[in-house]
């Protein structure tokens, strides 16, 4: 029918059929035109193309990572002039103006050229009458003369120590190595002006070194 189709239908009106004959002017639906879709799906598509690649980039990184760090350390040992571990023995029969030496090599074993300081302090019934002097000298000392076969220096400390008040010594700066120990004569002068209420008490002495370690040094070449 050039593109109409019948629609038949069926009514009752006084138990007579009548059929009713009806011609539909509706069109028939268009078949879908996908050519022009499938272009436009393929302009879209590469529009996006295009634009995902004007704004790609590449990345390009580099790092690098420092050797190992540590940190300093401190250590002093206090050596007799043997070269072993200094004992700091005991003297009987003092009578005043007495005097005796101890001899001891200040060794920096930490990791760094270090500032040292150190005390004498005294405990006992004969705390406050003995005085000390120590002095440095750039050789070994001769613990059989007490002289120096190098030079020595200005006493590093002197002093009387009390039970409540040590003598400080001030070592200065010790490098690392055997070869930079600070070579030390400690005197010990018994008072003469001790008084006879001391005749046989008992005292004792004690030598101590400290290595202080000290920041803000600049460790760039290091």
């Known amino acids: 029918m ?16 009548i059929t009713v004959i009806i011609n539909s002017t509706a069109p028939a639906a268009p078949a879908r035109r996908r050519r022009p879709l499938a272009a436009m799906a393929l302009t879209v598509g590469g529009a996006a193309l295009v634009s995902t690649g004007a704004f790609a980039a590449w990345d390009a990184t580099a790092s690098a990572q420092s050797g190992a760090l540590s940190a300093a350390s ?12 200094f004992t700091f023995t005991g003297v009987s029969n003092l009578v005043p103006r007495d005097f005796f030496y101890r001899y001891v090599d200040v060794r920096n074993d930490g990791t760094g050229s270090n500032t040292f300081t150190g005390t004498v302090a005294a405990d006992g019934e004969l705390a406050g009458q003995i005085v000390v002097e120590a002095v440095t000298c750039t050789t070994s000392w001769n613990t ?6 190098g030079t020595t220096g200005a ?62 040094n600049d460790r760039t070449l290091s």
């Open 155 to 216: 006493p590093i400390g002197s002093g009387t120590p009390t039970a409540s008040t040590p003598v400080p010594v001030n070592h200065g700066v010790i490098a690392t190595g055997a070869a930079n120990v600070q070579h030390v004569r400690y005197k010990f002068t018994f008072a003469d002006t001790a008084p006879t209420a001391l005749q046989g008490k008992n005292g004792s002495l004690t030598i101590s070194v400290n290595n202080t370690l000290v920041g803000g």
């Open 2 to 17: 050039n593109g109409t189709t019948p629609l038949q239908a069926t009514t009752a009106l006084d138990d007579s059929a």
């Open 144 to 149: 059989t003369t007490a002289a120096c076969g």
């Open 74 to 85: 401190g250590s002093a040992a206090l050596l007799d002039a043997n070269g072993g571990s």
